[in-house]
């Protein structure tokens, strides 16, 4: 199995030149003492912990697995010393609040780390995330108490975070939930029930796991509208901070899984245990909300990571594998064979991964900039990026997984046979990547929320600042000599992307119930294309206007790759568009008895 | 784990309606006669075997897994005995020539049994699949000898086979194998040498393995003009034809991998083991690709079989499991939430399973006669062109219907949700396991190649328009027909610009040898939809025929609607891929690959 090697060169490009971070924390004062310098000095640290010490563990830890014995979770060889390592290090504490020993680093910049922890280890990586995806929705929504007594040992990573939300028959459909919410006396709740998928859910890592569940009061309303927020510990929690015995909850089994084998993936039973409302009662859904879409985000980026690793290994071995000549002749005269990236379908294969990979990474650090602007910014520069965040996280969600399941399988393909041998690493990150088109709400409910409540609920308002930002840069670069090729293919795409939505508002409208569902998977994927062309618009303009300081190889790269994507890739969105246009009736008329 | 039930319905719909295997089976003229009765024993006697037998053996053969010790390789419980049965049912001799015990059946009737088989248990069917392959080369290759020695217990399946060509070095390039092999003076050879990633190289499902190895004879030419192919067995028969003293080939370890786990794949020793030479010396590529060509055929029946029980799981699961309301209004007032069929992106997933599906049953189907006339019919012109169409027809079925067939295992894997990824549910083993169909027997950039280099190009585009003749000729002969037009307007559209895509390609390729290989694996896709296209409105027209009221006749016509109207659109796609030409693919530096 290759080693990871954080592509620093790549996110240096994105965060500081294409992006110009440091500018915009300028604008920020809750970001005034971020700058260039500390953020490199982040992402490099961050290169050596990931690298030298969670990478190792990957294979390993694939093979071994996470065990469980009478409710009692172990994780594999070498996990607690590392998560101990790291959270000694703070990097559990990235994105936490300063009041509580979180060191409030803009999410342009925490993305970058956990895409590198995720390249190295995504079982691994999201015990630490978890944990930083509770603690937001905690500082987020629960009463000053709460924070004080749970937040630091968060932060510090001396304690971990889990989610539960799924019940066995209660997955997409989190209204169904059964888990209860007695009140007592004290202003605390009884929480009890089952809780399935939960993962870390027990592990060894931790003195403290701290769950937020979903559950219902006894006269809730029922449906969505009737789901109450809490906070649940594994092991209650002393007045004076120390930890105390168990809270009743237990974990009851451990999943067998395609993937993520030394992630926990727990069912969690509940049984009296002592919880504490999180938010408003009933409100429990918006708690997540907030959360959902730093999380969804991150979920999007285990699909760049693991993408990132295939291409990586596959770059490596492609050029290290002898098969056959170069069909214009022969490169490596003195050896029995050229090396397979002289033979274009491999090239093709390759640079299909680095295109996505590229792109991917400038996405989702575009929208880790709206996070950043929505979060710290004001005025208009903050309006405009709420809408935006709430337009782009299920596209950088279900896009970027999807596209890392297609990255993965193309670097599998180039090692052939060895491809789906064990050893050389490539099947574990499909495996590992794959639960992340489920995960987080499926791809197709991803879809659902950008066409349903993300463009249609709001007239395409979102959509079409989205639409005039494009157009407006395509207008501005065009002075930049050599755009050309990129914007005119840009301006398609966006004129592509309008009338489509417009078409599929329009077929609603009709009253067509079905036209949004029908056309809400290929529609993302379109506009994945889209923001993908945007993307690299904007970075073959930070090339060619001479503003990267990073090379003339790397930058002819990065114009060889674009140039590659515009030809080779983004015509997928053409058959998709018409895929959308041949309407809805095609899956809808066949009657459900007749499909076997 | 879903129970798989042999689609009967559409396996005789295929066969029967639109393939109209009576006249089929009457053309071959040197094959036994098949009725339609004795062609419905098999059918629903295989469809028992593989649901009732093969089918409980998927998921414990995926968690137990094949097992090396020195003494040999152990496979999953239950495995062995499911053999013996399979054997003593007559079922590995259907289609071998009767002259070794055979039952002369037709290829194409064989290959049903193989689909039922492989979507019960693929694992299990590669042991006797590939066994059955070998014996067929040897029928063909061998001498007199060598097939008296081996066929018979090879046609029974008492004994299996094998094929040895990679090698860790070479996989793709077979001119770079090693494997020597030494002539002795009786006339035998001592072959030398180790082989990678044989299936079934070593098990304890079968008394003997025959392995045939590609080695090099000493002195012959490098790379693949020098390579000559080698019967070398596990035990050398005894004087009496049975199992005697044990050859020096011995499996050195078995590769852990990310599925087919209870079919064992091994690293083979040959140490000065004894083999006999098939054929003429330095010809053995010849002969391989005979049995290869089926061996693709059979591989394209994995992303075949492995998407209809994804379907089928996934069908299941999505009429039984309730979440959320349709958009249309709840289906199930009575219930807490609406079955998933009723959304419409679960229907997509589905509707393209249930199309993939179908729509490559048939093609596999048609190209097995193809297969069949070309071997066993008494008219020369018949067996010419279908040698040439089942050419053309083999790279394109192999890597579309395994890269569709993986796309439709993922989808099936998505309608469960979160219960798709856990491994108890079966879904995502159907995934690791049809995972290795689109780089075994050549990967897909290598099927790709052989499409467009060898058989379109290299035939100077004879062999495509062999096809694209027929697909006009049926175009203009159903346009008429009503309820055809949507479906022959369109196909006849597609069909006239693949020949001009190949014209522009072929252009290209003169100028820049690259062009091909940037083009292929785009060509091969867009010809992979156009052949199903060509099916599905094969199709349409028998069920057109049919009584207008029955519900699969019906649900014929919606789905191909559903196949045209939304997956078809993918050819404009790669169209402008593959037109966009090689530059792209090429320019950047191999250096400029990492930064």
């Known amino acids: 199995m290759p080693e990871y090697k954080v592509p620093l060169r790549d996110m240096q490009f994105v965060l500081h030149e294409v992006f110009k971070a440091e500018n915009l924390w300028q604008t920020m004062p809750a970001m005034e003492d971020v700058n260039r310098e500390l953020a490199d000095a982040i992402l490099e640290e961050g290169a050596k912990i990931n690298e030298s010490l969670v990478a190792p563990l990957s294979q390993p830890g694939h093979e071994e697995g996470v065990k469980w014995t009478d409710g009692v979770v172990t994780t594999p060889k070498g996990y607690p010393e590392a998560f101990r390592q790291l959270a000694e290090g703070g990097w559990g504490g990235l994105s936490g609040a300063p009041e509580y020993g979180g060191q409030t680093m803009p999410k342009m910049l925490v993305l970058l780390f956990e895409e590198m922890l995720y390249s190295s280890n995504i079982a691994m990586g999201l015990y630490l995330t978890l944990t930083s995806g509770a603690a937001l929705a905690i500082d987020s929504h629960a009463t000053d108490e709460l924070k004080t007594k749970y937040l630091p040992n968060m932060y510090s990573g001396k304690w971990a975070g889990a989610m539960c939300l799924t019940e066995s028959h209660a997955g997409t459909d989190l209204g169904m939930i059964r ?126 990571s693991a993408a990132e690793a295939a291409y990586q290994w596959s770059s490596i071995y492609a050029r290290e594998r002898i098969q056959s000549r170069a069909p214009s002749g022969p490169v490596n005269s003195a050896g029995a064979a050229d090396p397979i990236v002289v033979h274009p379908d491999v090239r093709r294969m390759l640079l299909t991964q680095k295109a996505y990979v590229e792109a991917g990474r400038a996405f989702a650090v575009y929208v880790g900039k709206q996070l950043d602007e929505s979060k710290f910014g004001s005025g208009d520069v903050k309006g405009k990026a709420e809408g935006m965040v709430e337009l782009l996280t299920p596209i950088a969600k279900a896009f970027l997984t999807d596209k890392g399941l297609e990255g993965t399988v193309a670097g599998q393909q180039v090692f052939g046979g060895h491809g789906y041998v064990r050893e050389w690493g490539m099947e ?70 309008e009338s489509l939505a417009e078409f599929v508002l329009a077929q609603a409208q009709a009253g067509d119930a079905n036209a949004i569902g029908s056309a809400s998977v290929e529609f993302l994927h379109v506009m994945g294309f889209t923001l993908y062309t945007y993307m690299w618009a904007m970075m073959t303009r930070t090339v060619l206007s001479g503003e990267s300081q990073l090379g003339d190889a790397f930058g002819q790269a990065k114009i060889h790759t674009a140039r590659f994507f515009i030809q080779r890739l983004l015509p997928q969105a053409k058959g998709l568009s018409e895929s959308i246009r041949n309407g809805s009736a095609s899956l809808m008329d066949i009657p459900e008895e007749a499909f076997a | 784990m879903p129970q798989y039930t042999a689609p009967l319905r559409d396996i005789n719909f295929v066969l029967k309606e639109v393939l109209n295997s009576d006249k089929h089976f009457a053309s071959l003229a040197t094959r036994e006669e098949v009725s339609e009765d004795l062609m419905d024993a098999i059918i629903s006697e295989g469809a028992k075997f593989a649901e009732n037998v093969l089918s409980p053996l998927n998921q414990v053969g995926d968690q137990q897994g094949c097992t090396w010790s020195e003494s040999g390789v152990k496979t999953p419980e239950g ?23 055979g039952q002369g059946l037709p290829n194409s009737l064989g290959l049903v049994v193989t689909e039922m088989v492989s979507s019960a248990c693929w694992s299990w069917g590669m042991y006797t699949g590939l066994s059955q392959s070998a014996a067929r080369l040897l029928e063909v290759y061998a001498s007199d000898e060598l097939q008296e020695t081996y066929l018979e217990k090879m046609t029974s399946g008492v004994w299996g086979g094998t094929m040895c060509l990679t090698e860790s070095h070479c996989g793709s390039d077979l001119g770079l194998l090693r494997t020597k092999a030494d002539m002795n003076a009786d006339g035998s050879y001592n072959v030398t040498g180790t ?78 083991a004894k083999g006999f030479l098939v054929g003429e010396e330095n010809r053995g590529l010849n002969a391989m690709f005979h049995m290869m060509n089926s061996a693709r055929l059979g591989t394209a029946l994995q992303g075949l079989s492995a998407g209809e029980a994804s379907f089928q799981g996934a069908l299941e699961y999505a009429r039984d499991r309730l979440q959320m309301r349709s958009l249309s209004g709840p289906k199930n007032p009575d219930g807490p939430a609406d079955p998933l069929i009723v959304h419409a992106d679960v229907r997509r997933m589905l509707l393209t399973q249930k199309a993939f599906a179908e729509g490559s049953r048939a093609f596999i189907y048609w190209v097995a006669q193809l297969v069949d006339t070309f071997y066993f019919s008494g008219d020369e012109e018949a067996r010419r062109d279908a040698e040439e169409l089942s050419e053309l027809l083999t790279p394109i079925a192999k890597a579309f219907v395994t890269e569709t067939g993986l796309e439709s295992a993922n989808y099936g894997m998505q309608v469960y949700g979160g219960h798709g990824f856990i491994s108890e549910w079966g879904m995502e083993q159907i995934v690791r396991d049809l995972r290795i169909s689109t780089l075994y027997e050549g990967t897909t950039g290598i099927q790709a190649l ?20 027929i697909i006009h000729q049926f175009c203009k002969d ?55 296209a060509y099916m599905w409105a094969r199709m349409v027209s028998v069920a057109l025929d049919g009584d207008a009221d029955d519900a699969f006749l019906k649900a014929k016509i919606q789905t191909a609607q559903f196949y045209y109207q939304r997956l078809l659109p993918r050819t404009e796609s790669h169209k402008l891929a593959m037109l966009n030409g090689a530059e792209s693919v090429m320019a950047m530096p191999e250096a400029s690959f990492a930064f």
């Open chain 1, 179 to 304: 888990t209860k919410a007695e009140p007592l006396a004290d202003g605390s709740y009884s929480i009890t029930g089952t809780k399935i998928f939960i993962t870390g859910g027990d592990q060894d890592l931790t003195e403290n796991i701290i769950h937020l569940v979903l559950a219902k009061l006894p006269d809730a309303p029922a449906g969505s509208k009737g789901i109450s927020l809490f906070l649940v510990p594994k092991m209650k929690v002393n007045e004076d901070g120390s930890v105390g015995e168990n809270n009743g909850v237990h974990c009851g089994s451990i999943e067998h899984k395609m993937g993520i084998n030394a992630s926990a993936t727990c069912v969690m039973n509940f049984d009296g245990a002592q919880g504490y409302l999180v938010g408003e009662i009933n409100r429990g859904l918006q708690g997540m909300f907030t959360m959902m879409n730093y999380e969804r985000l991150s979920v999007g980026i285990q699909g760049l």
């Open chain 2, 478 to 532: 159903q346009k008429e027909k009503p309820g055809m037009a949507p479906f022959v307007e369109k196909l006849a559209v597609l069909n006239a610009e693949w020949g001009d895509i190949t014209g522009k390609l072929g252009e290209k390729a003169m100028s820049n040898a690259d062009e091909v290989g940037a083009a292929s694996v785009d060509y091969l896709m867009y010809s992979g939809y156009v052949s199903l």
């Open chain 2, 195 to 272: 082989k990678i990633f044989i299936s079934g190289g070593e098990h304890d499902m079968m008394e003997n393995i025959i392995h045939l190895v590609l080695a090099r004879v000493e002195g012959a030419p490098s790379g693949t003009k020098g390579i000559s192919l080698f019967v070398v067995p596990k035990f050398l028969p005894d004087e009496n034809g049975e199992v005697g003293e044990r050859n020096g080939v011995h499996c050195g370890s078995i590769e852990h991998k990310m599925g087919i786990k209870a079919s064992a794949t091994c690293v083979m020793n040959f140490d000065s």
């Open chain 2, 450 to 469: 052989d499409l467009l280099g060898r058989k379109v190009m290299g035939s100077g585009g004879k062999q495509l328009m062999i096809f694209t003749k």
């Open chain 1, 428 to 497: 574990q990150l499909v495996r590992d990547v794959r639960i992340s088109q489920i995960y987080e709400g499926t791809n197709g409910i991803q879809a659902l929320d950008l066409m349903g409540r993300k463009i249609a609920a709001n007239g395409g308002q979102n959509l079409n600042v989205l639409i005039a930002e494009m157009r407006e840069f395509a207008a501005s670069a065009s002075s930049v000599s050599g755009m050309d090729e990129f914007l005119g293919p840009l301006r398609d795409a966006v004129d592509n992307l």
């Open chain 2, 79 to 101: 495995f062995k005995e499911a053999y013996q049965q399979f054997a003593e049912g007559g079922w590995p001799s259907m289609t071998a020539s009767p002259q070794f015990g």
